[in-house]
């Protein structure tokens, strides 16, 4: 089965930078865009960036400018480079991805890592 694993999150200071990493691993054929997701305490999922197979990037107005996104299609990983963090940024952060395998075509999320941000 295809899973994919966050990992580099952790509690921090405002403006402090931060990056995580997402890993896929498993039985598949291809995977096309990438991307981040976060959810705070009592709130909705919220995007937060995409990244398609060829590079192409695209970022919520709410972290323009202070998120980027980027990917090692030969490692299978998606990171996210998070910079000038607030507290307003805390948040599980998970991480998506599109995966053709056997069986079809789906989306996979992985199963999340904290960021919290509190001086």
């Known amino acids: 089965q295809v899973q994919l694993v966050e990992s580099g999150g952790g509690l921090v200071q405002p403006g402090v930078s931060l990056k995580l990493s997402c890993v896929v691993s498993?039985?598949?054929?291809?995977?096309?865009?990438m991307g981040w997701y976060r959810q705070a305490p009592g709130k909705q999922r919220e995007w937060v960036a995409t990244i398609t197979v060829s590079g192409n990037t695209n970022y919520a107005d709410s972290v323009k400018g202070q998120f980027t996104i980027s990917r090692d299609n030969a490692k299978n990983t998606v990171y996210l480079q998070m910079n000038s963090l607030k507290p307003e940024d805390t948040a599980v952060y998970y991480c998506n991805a599109r995966i053709r395998t056997s069986s079809g075509t789906a989306d996979y999320w992985g199963q999340g890592t904290q960021v919290t941000v509190s001086s």
């Open positions: 498993g039985r598949m054929f291809s995977i096309w865009d």
